[in-house]
Nanobody, 124 residues
Framework: QVQLVESGGGLVQAGGSLRLSCVAS????????MGWFRQAPGKEREFVAG????????AYSDSVRGRFTISRDYAKNTMNLQMNSLKPEDTAVYYC?????????????????WGKGTLVTVSS
């Protein structure tokens, strides 16, 4: 089992930047595919960005590609999300998630472990 704790959320103006972090504890960090998801008020949880455990291959949703960058630091058991050029529509609770046996797609329902989330608010 793995425990996930997010940090770095806050209030930022449109066009600004934030960096989210997710610290993992428990079982071996390198055993998990890890991703960021978000949920805006009244909307379903959606995939934002993911990074594979072995290859380090990254994936992004169309809405954030080119603005967000996902990375992981194996020495610190940490996954990060650098968010640039933020827009009001990026406002949501951002969740860190992990899965040891993820298939080819990043469906929220397929992720086994979740953090409690961190709120990102982008003002216009």
């Amino acid at each position: 089992q793995v425990q996930l704790v997010e940090s770095g959320g806050g209030l930022v103006q449109a066009g600004g930047s934030l960096r989210l972090s997710c610290v993992a504890s428990g079982r071996t960090f390198s055993s998990y595919d890890m991703g960021w998801f978000r949920q805006a008020p009244g909307k379903e949880r959606e995939f934002v960005a993911g990074i594979r455990r072995s290859s380090g291959r990254t994936a992004y949703s169309d809405s954030v590609r080119g603005r967000f960058t996902i990375s992981r630091d194996y020495a610190k058991n940490t996954m990060n999300l650098q968010m640039n050029s933020l827009k009001p529509e990026d406002t949501a609770v951002y969740y860190c998630a992990a899965d040891p046996t993820l298939g080819s797609s990043w469906y929220p329902g397929d992720m086994d472990y979740w953090g409690k989330g961190t709120l990102v608010t982008v003002s216009s």
